[in-house]
């Protein structure tokens, strides 16, 4: 069969890294091109050894150019930049995963409010599909354009939108605690992400209008069936290199039973490979999806407040980017979904 | 001066360890034994090299016997020992300082429902002052015994309490969401707690009816001056030795403004050595109370769901544990309150 | 094509884990039995969530039964056991491939110095193909007991077999200095391996007479061609799940150049996928042959005391335990080598 | 008592914070001023929130101005500006402590070799007393200028120099293999320091020539009473925050017995309180002299290869640094020499 040519934007960052270690592995594709604005010319080696012997040399981010060369691009670029390079990539009929947050909203309004700037493509907003197999597998199987879905999302969405839509939780109250991994913030080079700054060092930050929050608040609402929702999210940097962990209080609806829960989470996720749903009562833990492409998720019922607390961990590098965007070009392009990801 | 002839019962955890770190150079007291079971005989040395060279030796837990022989006893005992250890101490005049939870909730009920059996000594429930400083203070400096407010709590209580004591936070609905480092499992030898398996993990646990929780309840309905409340507590480890970070949301009452609650801090905590207020809007930092006995504070107003998000940390075995306790003896015994914590 | 039958004895450890984490993505193999004495007749889930929904359990070590259902075994097993499990075994015609230290000494006199037992089956020592494929890959091709290479034994042995076999170095005073990660510990729960005894410690162990030693200097003696070899291993622990760092001195000999090193490992390892050298005066990193096969090795030249360095990086569970293992049975069965492994 | 005025300059970094966490308890001192190009201007909490409340800011570094100011400038200032401040503070009568590596070496032509360029006043390293105050205390106590001893150095001096004095080992064949915590690169913003490239990573680096091989060769050559040593000294970064582990192989000389290091080692630090020495056969670890300004030492002996293997630890950060500056400068102006420092 035919390869899928594939080239990665943006690869020298960890969710490049995490993109590359997938698709070398990856039996129905071929890299083409890997860029990077500022090593261009250079082995891929010279910024990750562990690709030493591994034949790539990052290239200048030429869109028009790549565009020819290439069946499916995965950005991963820092956020703002997407729109620029997906409109000669779309053009030109590749097929477009963008791992950043530039498409993930529907309404240009809340794009606005959150990023202080007009969205420059509204209309790629509406084109793109969420990048969440598990809630939008068959639109995905002919989208054009992805808009994968975050990590914070996607620990956040994938253990409440069956609930919300099965009616057993309120719309109102719901609060999301996280701590991510320090690669959460991306290869940076700055004071606070430091190793004597962040071992020994776990903190909340952005508790306040964080810009993963209208997408939560967004695909929340769609599962629900209402128009919009308003939640607490507060994300903490904790002292680990990878991982998601996502605890989420929900009100308790008239009827919600643990045993309803299991129900509706064996509905929704028995069939789904990278969803697994432990037995009622027991937490998520981090350390058994690192570097694997799964959302495990727990859940408990708390009489005295009447509360719903579920649990969610993902690998932030793999199921809440990398990963996730290869299982989406996995569906599109018909392959097995879960090749590269095992 | 004379000094302070202090015991420490249960001295080979980290909480003993602390202690000792604590003591050692408290100018005050002399620390007169250090008890053991197992160690009983050793060196403190054999257990805890950084002591090498320090004339001390563990000797069995004999309260009867130790009473005679000092003036303070520090109880870091596993819980549930802590009452027939105290009584002899109490009997002999002896001041007790409790870190376990032993004596901490007022209601024998309470703590029948969460421990499963009846208080060995209800009579001291009533007897035993919190020990909070910061809540405390003028009851401490008469008290017998002294149940050190937990790790947990104590990052708790301190940013709710004033908040609620004024009003401007609902008594309903109050979500608390904490991270430990793995000291706060105290040093246990169990698979858990290997290296390997905390490490790159983050996870919640005992999210329903934690042993911490009534003690919170009680304490946040005490500043309230509600008979009783309901909140959720969600612990979690994080893969750190020592901190804990507690994020909390709370339902703000109407003309709760930011500067409203900068001002009840100030008048709550602007005196306090050990309580460090951060400016309006930041987030508190583990690594910033690392081996301190400083509860730092930092809080925040989400006006989309009119919640008051406060964030909280300590070190678990300073301010959590051991320092807390000094403090307390301090108090007590009409030392100067930081002797040995600075 | 017909898979291979495999069963992992002792699959309950680290080890074992790896092992499954390799053989599930493995298109050559089905895993038909996985051992556990504790465990027996848990699902694998019990002792692994991330396994969940893998439709294995433990079964008990029962080599005769188990050596009718399989056509590899692997033994992941403590120390001093593997012999009663290979006999019947091997009897049954299973090809067996050991990650213990049982039946890597060629010596039995060795085995006896170094474990203070005789050996029980000296006559498996002479039978036993060493199990490091980049030293003895055509013998592994017909071999039916194989003896994995250790860790730190790997770690050493592949970057200084071919400067020793082509005698640009001396086989005297040769120093290895390594780092290993906690899972080099096993999973045992025992107190210095939990959390916080190891988070910021790193300390030195068995600096005289490791268990490790006379596996290195026999594998340094063949490659030298000498009878015999006594060298300094000093391994430590340090804050970290996995990885080793060996940083290897050797005296150099005369006309010892790096262009010389370079060139030697260019036809040692050039054609080799899992070996990995870094060009001159660069040195290893353990974070790039994370959870890889690969044993990535730099080298310098020291002209002030006349030293070669060598730094040499492989992943202890990897290469140095459950991927060496499969990389032998991949070359037993003539299998694709990397199979599995990448 | 009149306190000491003391001046810290460039106390932005991790030395800089540490000096103020120890000077700030200490009871014999002052701190008059501190100083940042960068930060002037700022408090000191902005750089360091566990200092808010602490009434200080940073100043411009203007050493004319502050030496009229203090009795004591310590400079924790990056390599190669020391001379410029320390020249006018001398001047003024002012006594200088510095950290960095400016004075360390007597020898001019060391300096350039290993600096590249002309040492600016090679007067002063002649005048600049090395400050480890286990080997020069009587001649600190009336030094003007303390070049205090690195951190590799300290825990590479302190457990070789007593043996080579006594000439229990060899002067030739001395390898040092030492690992540090991050902390050891300062405070610096550079990717190969942010946390995921540091978290699960061990590596050498420098392993031919480093910066503090002629310091450590200088001391050790003073020790052993001969005009020059070369030896070799590995460094290593491991993933932790603080801790030195140096582990020193030596060649053992005739009649050297475990028992004679024993007594050589009691001779010499028995009466020191920052340096314990342990049992015979243990092995010191970081996580013991953590936040402490100790040395530990612990000592083996190699029979098969005749070596002497000593494994020493210190925390980089107070005895590799701050510690060790206000151990030296409480000697030279008579105070208790471990005031502060427990």
């Known amino acids: 069969m035919k390869k899928i040519r594939v080239a990665v934007f943006g690869a020298s960052g960890y969710a490049g890294e995490e993109l590359l270690r997938i698709l070398l592995r990856h039996r129905g594709v071929e890299v083409v091109a890997i860029t990077s604005r500022k090593n261009a010319g250079e082995p891929v080696s010279t910024v990750f050894p562990r690709f030493t012997g591994v034949p790539l040399s990052f290239v200048a981010p030429d869109a028009a150019e790549l565009a020819g060369q290439c069946d ?7 956020h703002g930049l997407a729109t620029e390079f997906a409109i000669p990539l779309l053009n030109a009929g590749v097929k477009v995963f963008d791992i950043s ?6 309404s240009a309004a809340k794009y606005k409010e959150y990023y202080k700037v007009d969205h ?3 209309e790629l907003l509406e084109k793109a599909v969420y990048g969440l197999p598990e809630r939008y597998r068959e639109k995905l199987r002919t989208a054009d354009l992805v808009a994968c879905a975050g990590c914070y999302p996607t620990s956040s969405i994938l253990p409440t939108a069956p609930l919300l839509a099965a009616g057993v939780v309120s719309t109102e109250g719901i609060v999301v605690a996280s701590c991510s991994g320090v690669t959460g913030a991306g290869r940076k080079v700055d004071l606070p992400y430091i190793f004597p700054e962040c071992n020994e060092s776990l903190k909340a930050y952005g508790v306040v209008g964080h810009r993963h929050l209208p ?14 929702m308003a939640i607490n999210f507060i994300p903490h940097l904790a002292p680990m290199n990878r991982g998601i962990n996502s605890t989420i209080l929900m009100n308790a609806e008239p009827g919600c039973t643990l045993e309803k829960i299991g129900e ?3 509905a929704a996720y028995g069939h789904e490979q990278f969803v697994r749903v432990l037995p009622a009562k027991r937490c998520a833990d981090t350390k058994y999806v690192f570097m694997t492409n799964t959302c ?3 859940y408990n019922y708390d009489a ?14 793999t199921k809440g980017a990398a990963g996730q965007a290869v299982q989406c070009m996995n569906i599109r392009f018909g392959l097995d979904e879960a090749e590269g990801l095992i």
Chains 1, 2, 3, 4 share one sequence.
Do not use: C
């Open 264 to 266: 509706i989470y064996e």
């Open 304 to 317: 005295h407040t009447n509360k719903v607390i579920v649990t969610s961990v993902i690998d932030n590098l």
């Open 296 to 298: 495990e998720i727990g």
């Open 72 to 78: 499916a691009a995965i950005l991963a670029l820092p």
């Open 101 to 106: 947050a530039d498409f993930r909203l529907k």
């Open 120 to 122: 420059p493509a509204p």
């Open 215 to 228: 997408e939560i608040e967004q695909e929340m609402a769609f599962a629900a069936g209402v128009p919009e």
